[in-house]
Structure formats: C-alpha cells, structure tokens
C-alpha cells in the first residue's frame, strides 16, 4: 500500500483517510495468521455439528467471525500502520482489540462449540475440560482479579515507561495487540456467561461488575485529555508530519472517554436478553413440573402460607 519505514513497518505517508482504511498487510501478518487460524477452526466444528444434525445458531457464528474481522481490520489495513506513529490512531485500535472485539468473540461462544464438537471421549475434550473446572481458571474468572487486571494493565501501560517499551519495536507492538484482546476476554467472559466456566455470576452481579470499570474507564480518557505533557515520544507521527502531540493525544483521551459506551450496550443487552431467556426457560420448567404433579408444589406453598396466617393472634 505505501511505503513503509524503518523496523516499525508504519506508513511514511501523512494520514488520511483513504489512507488509514486501506489494506496495509504487516510484513510478518501474526494478527491475520491467527485470526484466519481460529476462523477455520471455528468453522470446522459448526462443519462437525451440522454432520450429526447438532442445530448452532448462525448467530453465533456470524459474530465470531465479526470479532475475528475487526482484529484484522485494525490491524492489518492503515489503522495498524498509522497506530504506531499516531496516539490517536492507537487508542482507537486499543479499545477495538480490548473493549469491541472480545465481545463478538464470546457471543461466538467457542468453548460451547469446541465441547459439542470434539468426541465426547476425547483426550482434547477431557483436557479442556480439566482446564475449565482448574483453580488457576476459577482464580483469574473471579471478579476480584480480572477487574484489577484489567484496570492496571489501562493505567499501568500509558502511565509507566511499559508503552515505551511496548512501541520500541513491532514485535513488542504484537504481543501488545495480543494482551489488549486477551485482557478484554478474560474481563467480559465471567460477565457474558455464555461459555462454561467455573462459577456462574448471577446476573445483577455481572451488571454490577460492568458498571464498576466505567468511572475508571472514564476517568481514564478524561486524565489523557487533560494531560499537559505528551505521556509518550515513541508516536513519531507529529515529528515527522507537523501534527501537534498534545492535540494528537487529547484526541486519543476522548475516543477512549467516549469508546466506552457502545461496548457498555452491547454487553448490557446481552445480559439482560439472557436474563430474560433464563427466566423464561425456569417459568416453563415450573409449567411442566406442575402439569406432572398436578400443581402438587404450588398446593404445598399455599399450603405453608394458610398456616403461617393460621398462627397469627
């Protein structure tokens, strides 16, 4: 697409915006192997599921694939050339791997399909599920942990020397990418619930949990907004176009201040339309459980209530 400079392989170009849409393949694309990767492997167990006549939503399919294209579209078109010279550019990336792309991934829910897809006696059948049921999983799925990892890795990267460090090479530029979207799966999988895990949050817990990160999270982009200093020299962009730093960064804080929302919604939706689904399955398990015994619970409970009132003086 452009020419590229030096061993960070960034645009040399000033950014516009045909420029930042259009398709930058990395010189050594890890993002797009993997996503390509994982699709493939996702599509093989529908492909396994549909054999036996097991019904999977298309739904969900479609929004694992969704996932997989937005880690490739800010990664191997301009976005990802353009995030390693300009803050702005980045943020936008980092809160698409960390806070959009995670989402479509788990209302994918690949480990459901891996569990109905391998043989049930299945020596990768038995280890995935010896790793879902392990003290290390239920540790780092417990609230008390992924929260604070995931708020320490926001304020702990753009606050130390760590973003220095992370921006000194594409590599290190990689396994950044690669701990914004593993960071934004580990918080929002104990939340969706819709994969197995350890331990099951009832849901107004897993709407407590998402509602305490947004003051942070909006503190966060309001601290970059208002930061008189650049945090980071390592986005080359302003040297090498005339584009203001402070300005540059001030853009970067509002798009992770307001980047916040649409996530937010999404999650909240799906909660609540699971909560809504699971209300309705224990109704209809109570309506069959009462057609069986002919109401025998509901006699027994109004039973209980006659004789608490038969009690009272």
Same mark, same amino acid.
């Given at each position: 697409?452009?020419?590229?400079?030096?061993?960070?392989?960034?645009?040399?170009?000033?950014?516009?915006?045909?420029?930042?849409?259009?398709?930058?393949?990395?010189?050594?694309?890890?993002?797009?192997?993997?996503?390509?990767?994982?699709?493939?492997?996702?599509?093989?167990?529908?492909?396994?599921?549909?054999?036996?006549?097991?019904?999977?939503?298309?739904?969900?399919?479609?929004?694992?694939? #969704? @996932?997989? $294209?937005?880690? +490739?579209?800010?990664?191997?078109?301009?976005? %990802?050339?353009?995030? *390693?010279?300009?803050?702005? !550019?980045?943020?936008?990336?980092?809160?698409?791997?960390?806070?959009?792309?995670?989402?479509?991934?788990?209302?994918?829910?690949?480990?459901?399909?891996?569990?109905?897809?391998?043989?049930?006696?299945?020596?990768?059948?038995?280890?995935?599920?010896?790793?879902?049921?392990?003290?290390?999983?239920?540790?780092?799925?417990?609230?008390?942990?992924?929260?604070?990892?995931?708020?320490?890795?926001?304020?702990?990267?753009?606050?130390?020397?760590?973003?220095?460090?992370?921006?000194?090479?594409?590599?290190?530029?990689?396994?950044?990418?690669?701990?914004?979207?593993?960071?934004?799966?580990?918080?929002?999988?104990?939340?969706?619930?819709?994969?197995?895990?350890?331990?099951?949050?009832?849901?107004?817990?897993? #709407? @407590?949990? $998402?509602?305490? +990160?947004?003051?942070?999270?909006?503190?966060? %982009?309001?601290?970059? *907004?208002?930061?008189?200093? !650049?945090?980071?020299?390592?986005?080359?962009?302003?040297?090498?176009?005339?584009?203001?730093?402070?300005?540059?960064?001030?853009?970067?804080?509002?798009?992770?201040?307001?980047?916040?929302?649409?996530?937010?919604?999404?999650?909240?939706?799906?909660?609540?339309?699971?909560?809504?689904?699971?209300?309705?399955?224990?109704?209809?398990?109570?309506?069959?459980?009462?057609?069986?015994?002919?109401?025998?619970?509901?006699?027994?409970?109004?039973?209980?209530?006659?004789?608490?009132?038969?009690?009272?003086?």
């Amino acid at each position: 697409m452009h020419e590229m400079t030096g061993p960070m392989w960034m645009p040399s170009l000033p950014m516009t915006f045909d420029r930042l849409f259009s398709i930058h393949i990395q010189p050594v694309p890890i993002m797009l192997f993997g996503c390509l990767f994982l699709g493939a492997l996702y599509l093989w167990g529908v492909s396994r599921l549909h054999k036996r006549q097991v019904e999977w939503g298309f739904g969900r399919t479609l929004n694992f694939l #969704i @996932g997989l $294209l937005l880690i +490739i579209a800010v990664s191997e078109t301009g976005i %990802g050339g353009y995030s *390693m010279a300009l803050f702005s !550019v980045h943020m936008a990336q980092h809160m698409v791997l960390n806070m959009l792309a995670p989402l479509f991934l788990l209302l994918g829910a690949p480990v459901t399909l891996a569990l109905r897809a391998l043989p049930s006696r299945s020596k990768s059948r038995r280890v995935l599920l010896r790793v879902l049921h392990s003290r290390f999983v239920a540790v780092i799925s417990h609230p008390g942990f992924s929260i604070p990892v995931f708020l320490i890795s926001l304020y702990g990267l753009y606050f130390t020397s760590i973003l220095d460090w992370a921006m000194s090479n594409a590599w290190t530029h990689y396994l950044m990418m690669i701990h914004f979207v593993a960071i934004g799966l580990l918080f929002f999988w104990p939340i969706m619930g819709i994969d197995p895990g350890p331990r099951k949050h009832s849901y107004p817990v897993r #709407i @407590g949990e $998402l509602f305490l +990160i947004m003051p942070f999270h909006a503190f966060f %982009g309001i601290s970059l *907004m208002m930061s008189s200093g !650049v945090i980071s020299t390592s986005f080359v962009g302003p040297q090498m176009w005339g584009v203001n730093a402070i300005s540059d960064q001030y853009t970067g804080g509002a798009i992770a201040w307001a980047f916040a929302e649409l996530p937010t919604l999404i999650v909240l939706l799906a909660v609540v339309f699971a909560w809504t689904r699971s209300e309705e399955r224990a109704a209809k398990r109570y309506d069959r459980q009462a057609d069986r015994d002919n109401g025998a619970e509901l006699d027994a409970y109004n039973a209980r209530l006659q004789a608490l009132a038969a009690r009272r003086p």
